[in-house]
């Protein structure tokens, strides 16, 4: 179905269910940070407090397709049931092909029902809520860091927000990573760990490295240029920086 816009979710394109976008995608106006405002007597304006969590974002799809009579159409309807209600609950990669180089992590809320049909051709309304930030796909390729480079790497970060990166740091005995000046130290390391700094959770495989990990939070990647240097003990480093932008 060339030329047409369609979206993907969990690795299946909407066209591979017969089914086409018929406007824009749609949001919702969230995404915007959590913003506390204090009043103190006796001093004018108000005092604001950002926490930097954003709320989740609805995304609604209208689409239609051709779905048949009958029999062609009760399969018609079961297909699409199988692809978007299987699993409903966990986050998938959502996209579109009006934004084609960014991507959501996104889960299926909606309902899957017919909202017009016009002669064997139906409508639907497909809703979808998505962590608030857009992710880019370059910033999911990995970038493989050996040699000198430890010692002294750069990385710029294109958008204008700050990214939690995904590390494997790789190496034996007691590692220490520094990013933008902050030092976080991982002991007892047999051959690698991973960092993934947006569920602020330090492992090798499934075995929890949190308690042996010490440094404030997780390093995050500012916009702009990032500095990262890694101690003798590291042999390579793994990053997916995760650009995001709203």
Partial sequence: MAGVSYFTYNGHKSTDFGLVISNPVETNSGAQAAVEVVT???????????????????????????????????NFMRKIKAWLLQGQGKYFDLSDTY????????????????????????????QFLAYPYKFSLEGNRTIHVTGDALSNYSINNPEAFDSAPYFKIIGRGDLALKVNGKVWRIKDVTQYVEMDCGQMNTYVGGVSYNDKKTGEGYPMLKPGNNTIVCSDTITALDIRPRWRTL
Avoid at 51 to 63: A, G, H, L, N, P
């Fill in 99 to 126: 934004d084609p180089e960014y991507y959501w992590r996104a889960r299926y809320v909606g309902d899957v029902v017919i909202s017009q049909d016009y002669y064997r051709i139906v409508s639907m309304q497909l």
């Fill in 40 to 74: 103190i007597p006796g001093r004018a304006g108000a005092l604001t407090i950002n926490s930097d969590r954003r709320d989740e974002i609805e995304i609604v799809y209208e689409v239609w397709g051709r779905a048949g009579y009958n029999e062609h159409r009760a």
